[in-house]
């Protein structure tokens, strides 16, 4: 059983940064990602990242977000999140990938969710 935490969301302005942080605790797999929220909207793919931190983005934040990894004793996931835009505004949620490859990026191919954090951008 894995038990993921997610911090660092907040309120910014546009333009604006954020790093938010999912520490792991459990089993983790090799491939670990980040999925957002907004409301009404479904829950999509943003980032997910290797073992070895290969990573792979979807098209909306390639070039402003960064994922990383700490493999140490328990595994903690972030993610960067530059020049932030309104539209980026959703809850952030942490997952554990279930298949072996970056490109699985269908929410069915993750389980054990963390609860969410709350990332609000303002115009």
């Known amino acids: 059983q894995v038990q993921l935490v997610e911090s660092g969301g907040g309120l910014v302005q546009a333009g604006g940064s954020l790093k938010l942080s999912c520490a792991a605790s459990?089993?983790?797999?090799?491939?670990m990602g980040w999925f957002r929220q907004a409301p009404g909207k479904d829950r999509e793919f943003v980032a997910d990242?290797?073992?070895?931190?290969?990573?792979?983005y979807a098209n909306s934040v390639k070039g402003r977000f960064t994922i990383s990894r700490d493999n140490a004793k328990n595994t903690t996931v972030y993610l960067q999140m530059n020049s932030l835009k309104p539209e980026d505004t959703a809850v952030y949620y942490c997952?554990?990938?279930?298949?072996?490859?970056?490109?699985?990026?269908?929410?069915?191919?993750?389980?054990?969710w963390g609860q969410g954090t709350q990332v609000s951008v303002s115009s």
């Open positions: 990242i290797s073992w070895s931190g290969g990573a792979y």
């Open positions: 459990g089993r983790t797999f090799s491939i």
């Open positions: 997952a554990r990938g279930k298949r072996t490859l970056l490109t699985n990026t269908a929410s069915t191919d993750f389980d054990s």
